[in-house]
């Protein structure tokens, strides 16, 4: 992968992101509102398409925004909401600027290895590689993938589990 760099204007706050790494930053907004975030170290041919919003809003408004967004959504769309969120998509999605290995239809079927041996992409897989990405390194593809170990709650992880799951393969345990 290359290096990308969030960078929010409005709050003067930049952090490179190094392929491998996992990076942090922490800043505290002064006033709300809808604020742009851009990726300010070009890093391929989308690299225009890699921006968003930040919004600040009251505690009280964000409370309750907070209690709408789990309303009447499963596991799966919690996990591919989280997906996004967490920037999986930027790698494994469809249009995904990295080379990474797709995840779709792969709960439950054969996954080969740099170490040229095979394992079923069962739960157990899939939290590993994302606790513990190094682990089984799938074969034709560098070891970038940070680990999420730490930064993300159990009921996260399962979010994440049951939407690579729901996005199709053999739909069994894997074994």
């Not at 706050?13 to 942090?24: E, F, H, L, W, Y």
């Not at 994440?160 to 074994?175: C, E, N, T």
């Amino acid at each position: 992968d290359v290096i990308h760099s969030f960078f929010v204007p409005a709050f003067r706050v930049k952090q490179d992101a190094v392929p491998g790494r996992s990076t942090r930053v922490w800043f505290t907004p002064t006033r709300e509102g809808r604020f742009r975030l851009f990726c300010a170290e070009y890093c391929g041919t989308q690299h225009s398409a890699m921006g968003g919003w930040i919004v600040v809003m009251k505690p009280e408004d964000f409370t309750g925004w907070l209690a709408r967004q789990g309303e009447s959504t499963s596991l799966a769309e919690q996990g591919a909401a989280l997906f996004r969120a967490l920037g999986c998509s930027g790698c494994h999605g469809p249009s995904g600027q990295v080379r990474a290995p797709s995840l779709d239809g792969l709960f439950g079927r054969p996954v080969p290895l740099e170490s040229r041996q095979t394992v079923i992409a069962n739960e157990a897989y899939i939290r590993d590689s994302i606790l513990m990405p190094q682990k089984q390194i799938v074969a034709g593809y560098a070891p970038v993938m940070p680990s999420f170990d730490g930064l993300i709650e159990e009921s996260e992880l399962q979010m994440l589990v049951a939407y690579i799951r729901s996005m199709g393969g053999s739909g069994g345990d894997g074994g």
